[in-house]
């Protein structure tokens, strides 16, 4: 993927390496919370307790492209110390977002290390992590619990990684922090329903979206044992994980498992249709040499495919996705309009300024360089598919009136970035503020200017994660890896973490010391726009955006 490269090439020098998973959090205390499937010990350091690789569901090999089921219960308390399995992915690393801003085993100085980065991979991955101030919440109000879910699109991408560690949150606003593995790929979106009629896998499409759902309802079940209030969950993610949040705002079996929501750089306004998903199971199964095989024997089959053979194979398609089938997925996410399902719910969408900086710049150096004359060409080259009646040449024309201080790659990057990255976004706020709900979701556009590569990638995509996470000394592949780097984005990483927090506490983002956001409407369009100095602007770009609208967009891959 070109965001692989990009990412790889963004790793900067840790503070410190971490330390071996046997010394993971030292031995302040060990912590034992009783679950749905028995007791967990985990270990504490520093007012706040983590458990981590805590099975949710059962070793989906035993469940291949069938929904979840719950984990086997455990009679002996079991030890939550290190990674659990990360999903199965071709690629070996999986770890592509934290990969922007991490290297390897990063941790730091100031707090416990976790085990070194992503872990092992297998068909055993239905594992989520717990961070709590303290399991025992007696005679005090339960905790806000915010659910992170990893981007990576569908095709990859895991949260054992230090970049998630929810230590900071949890010490910042006294809430619990979760985040979750899942099945990706063919593993949790090929859409067998479109070629056999074993009702065991009426569900295929969407099992990586039903391990979510069994992900919510283990939170739902079991987060008070933790000191969580399971009545004010927050499910949010970045990229594909923010695409994700979306998708379950549209489920049904996800209704009332979460309360609020956020999306960071991540939208799904349209899910795969049963055609494209049946076409796309068909490539599949000939990878596999089992394009003719008997409806009736698929099972048996693919059953008997070893791990490596299912991974290569998945690999006949970039864009794995849920698919609409009637059945957990009855609908497009966001179209034709927001769902009705999750109107209630209050929801903050967000982009940073230039996503397309890292998403394509970074597997093609050569576009930082461009003259005026190569643009329209590399604009039909890596955008063309986005860009419906509007050509390249008018584009340009219409970028150098409005920016004349642009260089041409600047052009290049703000264009793709805005028929690319953005249209998403702009289309599901429209909807929310165009539904019969009360005004509930709030807009922000991430355009704090990363110092790395000397600053020629401004504000890209993933560059949001280590503020709202308060998580930047584990992030120099994106913050800069000196201590006056750090010290010079912490006022906006208090801000971001904070606004979180207060949207997870109340539902609504505005807290002491943000500009007062208001709620997203069609006439002002008020968005947050987060710098070193944060403010609220009215309808930002607002000339980009309604000259991308006539592209039409159209999510790909639906």
Request: proline share 9%.
């Amino acid at each position: 993927m070109n965001r692989r490269i990009f990412l790889k090439n963004a790793v900067g020098t840790t503070l410190a390496s971490a330390g071996m998973p046997g010394a993971v959090f030292g031995q302040e205390s060990q912590p034992v919370v009783r679950t749905t499937s028995g007791l967990l010990r985990g270990k504490s350091h520093d007012g706040v307790a983590v458990f981590l690789g805590i099975p949710y569901g059962g070793d989906t090999h035993a469940q291949r492209f069938q929904a979840p089921l719950p984990p086997s219960p455990w009679t002996n308390v079991r030890d939550a110390f290190v990674w659990g399995d990360r999903a199965p992915q071709h690629s070996g690393r999986p770890g592509m977002t934290a990969r922007a801003h991490t290297a390897p085993n990063a941790g730091t100085s100031e707090r416990y290390h976790l085990p070194p980065d992503e872990g092992a991979s297998s068909e055993d991955c239905l594992h989520l992590n717990v961070w709590t101030p303290s399991p025992s919440r007696k005679g005090h109000e339960r905790r806000p619990v915010l659910v992170y879910i990893h981007g990576g699109a569908y095709n990859g991408g895991t949260v054992n990684s230090v970049l998630y560690d929810g230590t900071r949150l949890c010490k910042r606003g006294d809430v619990v922090v979760v985040t979750i593995n899942h099945r990706l790929n063919a593993f949790g979106f090929l859409y067998l329903a479109g070629v056999t009629a074993d009702p065991a896998y009426a569900d295929s499409g969407n099992v990586g979206m039903l391990d979510l759902v069994l992900a919510l309802k283990w939170v739902q079940n079991n987060i008070a044992q933790f000191g969580g209030d399971p009545t004010r969950v927050t499910i949010f993610g970045q990229s594909g994980g923010g695409a994700k949040c979306a998708t379950l705002m549209a489920m049904p079996p996800a209704h009332e498992k979460f309360h609020r929501v956020m999306t960071m750089s991540g939208q799904q306004v349209t899910a795969a249709p049963e055609i494209i998903a049946t076409a796309r199971t068909r490539d599949f199964l000939a990878r596999l040499g089992l394009q003719n095989a008997p409806p009736e024997k698929l099972r048996t089959a693919l059953d008997a495919m070893t791990l490596d053979r299912l991974q290569d194979a998945a690999r006949v398609s970039s864009s794995w996705l849920p698919v609409v089938d009637g059945r957990s997925l009855p609908r497009d996410p966001f179209s034709p309009d927001a769902p009705p399902l999750s109107k209630d719910v209050p929801m903050i969408l967000g982009n940073t300024h230039d996503e397309t900086r890292g998403l394509i710049g970074g597997a093609h150096p050569e576009l930082f360089s461009l003259t005026w004359d190569q643009v329209p060409g590399a604009l039909h080259k890596y955008v063309g598919a986005y860009l419906g009646p509007v050509t390249p040449a008018a584009i340009v024309a219409d970028y150098r009136e409005w920016y004349p201080h642009y260089s041409p790659s600047d052009v290049f990057f703000a264009a793709a970035t805005a028929f690319r990255s953005w249209p998403g976004q702009v289309i599901e706020a429209e909807r929310r503020a165009q539904s019969p709900a009360q005004p509930r979701t709030w807009i922000y556009e991430m355009d704090w200017p990363s110092p790395v590569a000397g600053g020629r990638i401004g504000a890209p995509h993933t560059v949001d994660i280590p503020f709202v996470f308060d998580n930047l000394a584990v992030a120099p592949g994106m913050i800069g890896s000196t201590a006056q780097d750090i010290s010079n984005a912490q006022p906006l990483a208090s801000m971001m973490s904070a606004t979180l927090i207060a949207f997870a506490r109340s539902g609504n983002p505005n807290h002491a010391g943000l500009p007062h956001w208001l709620p997203y409407d069609m006439t002002a369009r008020p968005t947050m726009v987060w710098n070193t100095l944060s403010k609220i602007v009215d309808d930002p770009r607002g000339r980009e955006r309604q000259l991308a609208t006539q592209a039409h967009y159209r999510q790909p891959g639906t």
